[in-house]
Nanobody
């Protein structure tokens, strides 16, 4: 009912920058929070950054002052600007959206397919 499509991953050298984007489509009534999670090999998926429909943001401590999350409510998109990338940022990044579908009564979490970010020299 709702699809999230990510783009923007790739290979970057330490200290470099990447921008991830995610577009939500489908039977969308309302989107509440949107966010980015990541999962590195052998690790659990962790929250990287999240933004509410009102623009309030929160970040995992390890990315504060380096990453910036933003969203366009009119276009149902969320982006993650990643600067000063470190090898430990290497992971598959997943877009997440908390959505109430059209005619729906409850909110559900939807996930993108993931985009790989590799930080290496």
């Amino acid at each position: 009912q709702v699809q999230l499509v990510e783009s923007g991953g790739g290979l970057v050298q330490p200290g470099g920058s990447l921008r991830l984007s995610c577009a939500a489509s489908g039977s969308i009534g309302s989107i509440y929070s949107m966010g980015w999670y990541r999962q590195a090999p052998g690790n659990q998926r962790e929250l990287v950054a999240r933004i509410t429909s009102g623009g309030r943001t929160n970040y995992v401590d390890s990315v504060k002052a380096r990453f910036t999350i933003s969203r366009d409510n009119a276009k149902n998109t969320v982006s993650l600007e990643m600067n000063s990338l470190k090898p430990e940022d290497t992971a598959v990044y997943y877009c997440n959206a908390n959505v109430r579908v059209v005619h729906g009564m409850t909110r559900e979490n939807y996930w993108g397919q993931g985009t790989r970010v590799t930080v290496s020299s």
